[in-house]
């Protein structure tokens, strides 16, 4: 697995368990589900993003090439 790939993967699961909680726990987790999108936002504009550092400290690769 590529830290691309692990990414999505956090990324992704992040959301839903969010959304998960919204639903059955309280509304207010709709500001994680909001924090996660900043921070996509964020690393898409400064090209730094902290998990993929912590990623390839945990020795994932960058990419399959």
């Known amino acids: 697995m590529t830290v691309n790939e692990a990414l999505r993967l956090i990324a992704g699961t992040m959301i839903l368990v969010s959304l ?9 987790w709709m500001w994680f589900t909001a924090f996660i ?12 993003c902290l998990m993929m550092t912590i990623l390839k400290k945990l020795g994932l690769k960058e990419s399959n090439v």
């Open 20 to 28: 998960v909680l919204t639903q059955f726990h309280s509304p207010n």
């Open 37 to 48: 999108g900043v921070n996509l936002l964020q690393s898409s504009m400064t090209k730094w």
